[in-house]
């Protein structure tokens, strides 16, 4: 048989002092003084002693572990939804580095964002792809439960929050597309129920009011639902052609790379004729021809920063009140699916009743050409 494991006592015994105060270090308490501290990690380093992790929950009353929350919605929009990844991601970092596990907790409709934390089976949680008016959230703060927003909630000035300026990257991508010449831009896209569609929406407007551009409701396109179809991209193309739209923002970059190849499909140049803007900077966006001018989304971050806040939460090292908010900027990435609006390019006309089929399992309009 092998060496039985150290115990705090052996620790206690090479550091010449209590028990209680080898705790007391473990714990991070403040009433050890530094001499005894340095002696004390020393001798757990030198036996390599991890006290027992149900030990300590037991001590605490914690579980050092980290809840990351998120609605169950459709098993779909987890695989695609690349920022959602990338929060995870970052959260699990932020865990590993402070000796937390984390988590992950989906609800069914109606049930308790509190659960985990109820059952004792988390210390506190990271709220994630939350809609604006999520009605659990009141829950959350009338609780006191230590909890982090990841994006936008009417609520969010009564809990920490993360977020990424939607905002000022829409404003940006509108500012871009108006330096290039482009004074007829579009804004496609979907998310209407969550802080990060309204953000990138009111950005978008925004950036046109800043630039002298006109705006109508014609140059905005909204779609329910998750999944971007063929069906929706014909739709919203046939939309903005007939608003002269020369350069369309995208919500995400999902939906900017489906415009792309409809917009090819329908017979457009893309950025000749077409320029398009998309949101996330995914690994497709940099593969596709033409590369796909984006915006890369701090999500690694969003998620360090929420998990590290909701762990000063957990150990009392941040105020609750007034709740710590810390917004992220995203980096534009310039490529190849914008350009200056061509006068005299050929446009695709497409013609309101004659369809055929693509070969892609659903119909297209038929088109002629013109030139402009």
Same mark, same amino acid.
């Given at each position: 048989? &092998?060496?039985?494991?150290?115990?705090?006592? +052996?620790?206690?015994?090479?550091?010449?002092?209590?028990?209680?105060?080898?705790?007391?270090?473990?714990?991070?308490?403040?009433?050890?003084?530094?001499?005894?501290?340095?002696?004390?990690?020393?001798?757990?380093?030198?036996?390599?002693?991890?006290?027992?992790? #149900?030990?300590?929950? /037991?001590?605490?009353? *914690?579980?050092?572990?980290?809840?990351?929350?998120?609605?169950?919605?459709?098993?779909?929009?987890?695989?695609?939804?690349?920022?959602?990844?990338? !929060?995870? *991601?970052?959260?699990?970092?932020?865990?590993?580095?402070?000796?937390?596990?984390?988590?992950?907790?989906?609800?069914?409709?109606?049930?308790?964002?509190?659960?985990?934390? @109820?059952?004792?089976?988390?210390?506190?949680?990271?709220?994630?792809?939350?809609?604006?008016?999520?009605?659990? %959230?009141?829950?959350?703060?009338?609780?006191?439960?230590?909890? =982090?927003?990841?994006?936008?909630?009417?609520? +969010?000035?009564? /809990?920490?929050?993360?977020?990424? +300026?939607?905002?000022?990257?829409? !404003?940006?991508?509108?500012?871009?597309?108006?330096?290039? #010449?482009?004074? @007829? %831009?579009?804004?496609?896209?979907?998310?209407?129920?969550?802080?990060?569609? *309204?953000?990138?929406?009111?950005?978008?407007?925004?950036?046109?009011?800043?630039?002298?551009?006109? $705006?109508?409701?014609?140059?905005?396109?909204?779609?329910? &639902?998750?999944?971007?179809?063929?069906?929706?991209?014909?739709?919203?193309?046939? #939309? $903005?052609?007939?608003?002269?739209?020369?350069?369309? %923002?995208?919500?995400?970059?999902?939906?900017?790379?489906?415009?792309?190849?409809?917009?090819?499909?329908?017979?457009?140049?893309?950025?000749?004729?077409?320029?398009?803007?998309?949101?996330?900077?995914?690994?497709?966006?940099?593969? =596709?021809?033409?590369? /796909?001018?984006?915006?890369?989304?701090?999500?690694?971050?969003? #998620?360090?920063?929420?998990? *590290? /806040? !909701?762990? +000063?939460?957990?150990?009392?090292?941040?105020?609750?009140?007034?709740?710590?908010?810390?917004?992220?900027?995203?980096?534009?990435? =310039?490529?190849?699916?914008?350009?200056?609006?061509?006068?005299?390019?050929?446009?695709?006309?497409?013609?309101?009743?004659?369809?055929?089929?693509?070969?892609?399992?659903?119909?297209?309009?038929?088109?002629?050409?013109?030139?402009?």
């Amino acid at each position: 048989m &092998g060496a039985s494991s150290p115990t705090i006592a +052996d620790v206690a015994r090479l550091a010449g002092v209590s028990r209680a105060t080898v705790s007391r270090v473990m714990n991070n308490s403040a009433r050890v003084r530094a001499p005894l501290r340095k002696r004390v990690k020393r001798a757990i380093s030198q036996l390599r002693y991890y006290p027992s992790h #149900g030990a300590v929950t /037991l001590s605490r009353r *914690q579980s050092r572990t980290l809840g990351l929350v998120a609605p169950d919605i459709p098993a779909q929009l987890f695989s695609s939804h690349f920022t959602f990844a990338q !929060v995870v *991601q970052g959260v699990a970092s932020t865990a590993r580095d402070n000796d937390y596990s984390v988590l992950l907790h989906t609800c069914k409709p109606g049930s308790s964002y509190l659960l985990p934390w @109820r059952r004792q089976q988390v210390d506190g949680i990271v709220l994630t792809l939350l809609k604006t008016t999520d009605p659990s %959230v009141a829950e959350v703060v009338e609780a006191k439960c230590p909890a =982090v927003l990841v994006g936008g909630h009417d609520m +969010d000035r009564l /809990l920490p929050r993360v977020y990424a +300026d939607m905002f000022g990257a829409a !404003v940006t991508t509108v500012e871009y597309l108006a330096s290039l #010449g482009h004074r @007829r %831009v579009g804004y496609a896209g979907g998310w209407a129920d969550y802080s990060s569609g *309204q953000q990138r929406l009111a950005g978008f407007r925004e950036g046109l009011g800043r630039c002298g551009l006109p $705006f109508s409701s014609d140059l905005v396109s909204i779609f329910e &639902g998750e999944d971007v179809s063929p069906e929706i991209t014909t739709s919203i193309l046939n #939309g $903005f052609m007939k608003a002269s739209v020369t350069a369309i %923002v995208a919500i995400n970059d999902f939906l900017a790379l489906a415009l792309i190849r409809e917009a090819q499909e329908m017979g457009f140049l893309v950025p000749e004729d077409l320029s398009i803007v998309g949101m996330d900077d995914i690994e497709a966006a940099q593969l =596709v021809r033409p590369a /796909l001018t984006t915006f890369r989304m701090p999500g690694s971050r969003l #998620g360090e920063r929420a998990g *590290q /806040l !909701v762990i +000063d939460l957990i150990e009392r090292r941040e105020s609750p009140a007034p709740p710590p908010s810390c917004c992220l900027s995203l980096e534009m990435i =310039v490529r190849e699916s914008c350009a200056p609006p061509s006068k005299g390019r050929s446009k695709a006309v497409v013609l309101p009743h004659a369809l055929e089929g693509n070969g892609h399992g659903h119909r297209k309009p038929a088109l002629a050409s013109r030139q402009q």
